[in-house]
T-cell receptor, first 115, second 112 residues
């Protein structure tokens, strides 16, 4: 069974600084997708970034980028120029390719941003 | 603007009551999901549906059932609510391509 591990329950970053959130996963599949979702205090989960395992290039979305290390099964999220609105819970998630496959989430990490 | 709407933001029920949590999406998505979110445990999948009248068990289906009679609506049913079902329940939907999930705002259920 696939597992997603986020070992840090909480992190804090100074506004305008850079922070990296860690995630590791375990799978025997070679083709899959990885995601980072954000859950602000409003509870509305939104997709931050998505990575296809077959792509070697790391995904980026504005201030958000990932460091995808397939061999190490590591998928970290880097937030640059942190803003107060980045304060939220962040969940790493995994899904193998194929129809009807389910999304498996990690336990999440709470990120606080200090002004 | 795309939307996944959960019928209640907060709900308080008594032990043994039958509870219905409703979810409606307006994006014509094939896939719909029910997750449970608990502190320190992340999101755990209860049930999902990839078509009308179709359902699949997730990781923690015990004590729950679901209904999907129409494409836009996916209901989670607690046949006899228990205190250990006090939790945040999140509904989500996605298209067949499954590029991303769209989530509702969650229902915080308290069973007393």
């Amino acid at each position: 069974a696939q597992t997603v591990t986020q070992s840090q329950p909480e992190m804090s970053v100074q506004e305008a600084e850079t922070v990296t959130l860690s995630c590791t996963y375990d799978t025997s599949e070679s083709d899959y997708y990885l995601f980072w979702y954000k859950q602000p205090p409003s509870r509305q989960m939104i997709l931050v970034i998505r990575q296809e395992a077959y792509k070697q290039q790391n995904a980026t979305e504005n201030r958000f980028s990932v460091n995808f290390q397939k061999a190490a099964k590591s998928f970290s999220l880097k937030i640059s120029d942190s803003q107060l609105g980045d304060a939220a819970m962040y969940f790493c998630a995994y899904r193998r390719t194929g129809a009807n496959s389910k999304l498996t989430f990690g336990k999440g990490i709470t990120l606080s941003v200090r002004p | 603007d795309v939307k996944v709407t959960q019928s209640s933001r907060y709900l308080v029920k008594r032990t043994g009551e039958k509870v219905f949590l409703e979810c409606v999406q307006d994006m014509d998505h094939e896939n719909m999901f029910w997750y449970r979110q608990d502190p320190g445990l992340g999101l755990r999948l209860i049930y999902f549906s990839y078509d009308v009248k179709m359902k699949e068990k997730g990781d923690i289906p015990e004590g729950y059932s679901v209904s999907r009679e129409k494409k836009e609506r996916f209901s989670l049913i607690l046949e006899s609510a228990s205190t250990n079902q006090t939790s945040m329940y999140l509904c989500a939907s996605s298209n067949t391509g499954y590029e991303k999930l769209f989530f509702g705002s969650g229902t915080q259920l308290s069973v007393l």
